[in-house]
């Protein structure tokens, strides 16, 4: 059977993955459009793109997505190229909290000739309300909402660190299983492990990914929010030349701590999990 304490890094991969990509959304949405108080509309804007980018389909046929180079283009927020070709363009809304507006702007039609996407809840609260269909994305709003406050440093509620950690135990141990049930559907085969000692192995993998991306994901949100707290507190934001070296790196500040807090948690509980039952 497989040494427990070989599978430390493999418990925590699901968890460092999704803060690392998290963290590289709001990093890109704050080069954006800044310290804007709508991040969570750029947010999902970089999510449809990588999302289109990385669709295999979409790369087998050459289609790409870009965002506008515009932070407030008012027809389309990013454009799909095929070569050098506009194959298409669409507008994106996460407006689940002021549908009205969005509804009113559909139906005069502002975006006649440009398709558009929502959150899932935006799609959800104008489905029937406008002539143009809006299409579900499949991002949730409250995904955008979380990596915007995580990136801007706002402290989360009780309920939203409840959230990101049932979301991140959850992440945790499905990607922990899987990794080791790959592994050890090659042990079996090979003889290395008998039925009972894989099913073992897996069920410690997903139990201590949970564990720990439930923990990371926690201390992450927690940790770039009093990062955000104590850089409003001291001033020091204020101070700085806007565009700055200096102001870049207090701005991008609470989203490196708190992808770091995660990452150090993570690894931590995964060490006491060994420790404790390894």
Not at 45 to 59: C, H, L, Q, R, T
Not at 155 to 162: D, F, K, L
Not at 187 to 192: C, D, L
């Amino acid at each position: 059977m497989m040494s427990k304490n070989t599978m430390s890094d493999k418990g925590n991969v699901g968890n460092i993955a999704k803060s690392g990509y998290e963290l590289k959304v709001g990093i890109e949405a704050l080069n954006r459009a800044g310290r804007s108080k709508n991040l969570h509309g750029n947010v999902l804007e970089v999510m449809f793109k990588d999302g289109y980018n990385a669709n295999p389909g979409n790369i087998i046929n050459g289609r790409t997505c870009q965002l506008t180079k515009s932070t407030t283009a008012q027809m389309k927020d990013v454009i799909m190229m095929k070569g050098n070709k506009v194959c298409g363009h669409a507008q994106l809304k996460d407006t689940a909290r002021s549908i009205s507006k969005t509804v009113k702007q559909i139906n005069s039609g502002h975006y006649g000739k440009t398709r558009v996407y929502g959150t899932t809840e935006t799609a959800a609260k104008i489905a029937g309300k406008t002539k143009q269909a809006v299409h579900d994305t499949g991002i949730s709003s409250t995904t955008t909402k979380r990596i915007a406050n995580k990136t801007l440093g706002k402290m989360p509620t009780a309920g939203a660190v409840s959230t990101v950690a049932k979301a991140g135990g959850v992440t945790g141990a499905a990607v922990s299983a899987g990794i080791e049930t790959i592994c050890s559907i090659g042990a079996v085969i090979t003889g290395e492990k008998d039925i009972v000692d894989a099913a073992c192995d897996i069920t410690y993998a997903g139990a201590k990914g949970g564990a720990a991306g439930y923990a990371g994901a926690a201390a992450g949100a927690v940790a770039a929010g009093a990062a955000g707290t104590a850089i409003t507190a001291s001033g020091i934001g204020a101070g700085l030349a806007a565009g700055g070296v200096a102001a870049t790196s207090v701005a991008f500040a609470p989203a490196v701590i708190g992808f770091g807090a995660a990452c150090a948690v993570g690894s931590l509980v995964c060490d006491l999990f060994d420790s404790i039952f390894g």
